[in-house]
C-alpha cells in the first residue's frame, strides 16, 4: 500500500526527517503520533506530492510517488484544509471533481453522496463561511473522498472539534475503516489513535522511535499516553 523508506527532509539546513521508514498496510489504519513539530504534515506532504523529499523513497501500491498515476490513489485531507468561502459546501465538492475529470453529472452526484456520508446534507445550501470548525472538518474529509481513493491520508482530522464533533467525526472514519479503507490519520491526540487505529507509529524530531500494534504498546494497565511519553522521553535521554 504504502511504503515509505528512509525518507530525509531539510529545510536549509534543518533537517525535519531523518530517515523515517513507514509502512501502512491495505485495509488498516495507523495512527501517526508525534508531539508538535515532529514532522508528521511533512511526511504526508511527501507521499502526496506537496514535498520533495531530500533523499528516500516513496512507494504506493507498487508505484514510486514521483509517478503521477500514483497519485489517484490518494486521498489527502490537509492540517488547515482551505476551501473557497463563497461556494456552498456542495459546490465545492462539485469543482473538485470536476478538477479530478469527473463529468458534471457524477460530480454532482458524488458530492451529494458524501455530503451525506459526512452529514452535511441538510446543509446543502450553506455557504462554507458560515461553516463551524466541526463541519469544515466535515467537509475537509469530504473532499479527501472524492474518486473514490483507496487510500486516505488525514492530517489531525480531529483538531480543534468539541466532544460532540470528535465523537461525530471518529464516527466517520469509523465507517471508512469498515468499508476497507486504508488510512493513515496523524494526530497528538492519544485517545483517539488508540479508538481509531490498529497500528502506530510514533515520530519524534523527524525520527520514527516507536511502531507497532496498539495491543503492544498498552501493556497491562499502561495507557497508550504513558507508553508515548515514556518513548519521547527516553529518545531525548538517550541523545544526552
Ligand atoms: N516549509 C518549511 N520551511 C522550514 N521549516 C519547515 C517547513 N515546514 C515545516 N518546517 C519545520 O519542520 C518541522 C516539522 O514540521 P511538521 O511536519 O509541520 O510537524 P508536525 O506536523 O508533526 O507538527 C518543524 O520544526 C517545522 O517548523
Ligand atoms: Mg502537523
Not at 510517488?65 to 461556494?87: A, C, T, V, W
Not at 468499508?179 to 483517539?192: E, N, P, R
Amino acid at each position: 500500500m504504502i511504503n515509505i523508506k528512509n525518507l530525509s527532509k531539510s529545510f536549509g539546513k534543518t533537517k525535519v526527517l531523518d530517515k523515517v521508514s513507514l509502512r501502512v498496510k491495505r485495509g488498516e489504519v495507523l495512527g501517526f503520533l508525534g508531539p508538535n513539530g515532529a514532522g508528521k504534515t511533512t511526511t504526508l506532504k511527501a507521499i502526496v506530492g506537496l514535498v520533495w523529499a531530500t533523499e528516500g523513497e516513496i512507494v504506493i501500491n507498487n508505484l514510486e510517488s514521483k509517478n503521477i498515476q500514483s497519485h489517484r490513489h490518494l486521498g489527502y485531507m490537509p492540517e488547515d484544509p482551505y476551501f473557497y468561502e463563497y461556494l456552498t459546501g456542495r459546490e465545492f465538492l462539485v469543482f473538485v471533481a470536476e478538477l479530478q475529470k469527473i463529468n458534471k453529472n457524477n460530480a454532482k452526484e458524488q458530492a451529494d453522496e458524501l455530503l451525506g456520508l459526512v452529514g452535511l446534507g441538510d446543509e446543502t445550501k450553506k455557504y462554507v463561511r458560515n461553516y463551524s470548525k466541526g463541519m469544515r472538518q466535515r467537509l475537509g474529509i469530504a473532499q479527501a473522498l472524492v474518486g473514490d481513493p483507496e487510500i486516505l491520508l488525514l492530517d489531525e482530522p480531529l483538531d480543534g472539534l468539541d466532544p460532540i464533533g470528535r465523537s461525530e467525526v471518529k464516527n466517520i472514519l469509523l465507517d471508512l475503516k469498515k468499508q476497507g479503507k486504508t488510512i493513515l490519520i496523524s494526530s497528538h491526540i492519544l485517545a483517539d489513535i488508540e479508538e481509531l487505529c490498529d497500528r502506530v507509529a510514533i515520530i519524534n524530531k523527524g525520527k520514527i522511535i516507536k511502531s507497532g500494534k496498539i495491543s503492544d504498546f498498552i501493556k497491562k494497565g499502561q495507557s497508550l499516553e504513558k507508553a508515548f511519553v515514556k518513548s519521547i522521553t527516553n529518545q531525548e535521554r538517550s541523545k544526552r
